[in-house]
């Protein structure tokens, strides 16, 4: 993150603050694309360098770089095991929509997560 312009990471933190506020780009449309579709070119890159290894930092991801979020019937110890088993991919895409109940819920925490990560980096910066 340490390369990425304060500017572009601001941006992705207003669009992640947009989100955490209930705006969607579509229901079956997850974080990573949800971010990029709100994005300028510039911040668009940004995100395309930092997002993935934010995702995979998060306590509760699956490992999966594409599909970090679990789905709640695999939160308990059964994470990695669904990711090996390729259920993160499987889930996300037979789910209409992606930002209801607690499958949503843990995708807003993964937002607040970056959000906070992207927030101590700058404040980290300016000291």
């Known amino acids: 993150m340490r390369h990425e312009s304060r500017v572009a990471l601001v941006s992705i ?9 209930g705006k969607r ?3 079956n449309i997850g974080l990573c694309g949800t971010v990029s579709n709100m994005l300028d070119n510039t911040s ?8 993935r290894g934010l995702m995979a930092d998060w306590p509760k991801s699956t490992g999966s770089p594409a599909y970090p979020v679990p789905h709640p019937d ?14 993160a991919k499987k889930i996300y895409h037979v789910t209409d929509d992606v930002w209801v109940g607690r499958y949503g819920e843990l995708r807003l ?19």
């Open 25 to 27: 780009w579509q229901d």
């Open 109 to 127: 925490e993964l937002a607040k997560y970056i959000f906070d990560a992207i927030d101590n980096h700058l404040r980290e910066r300016t000291t």
């Open 13 to 21: 933190m207003i669009v992640l603050e947009k989100i955490m506020g």
């Open 44 to 51: 668009q890159d940004a995100w395309d360098n930092i997002h």
């Open 74 to 87: 695999y939160l308990n110890g059964e994470t990695l095991k669904a990711c090996m088993n390729n259920e």
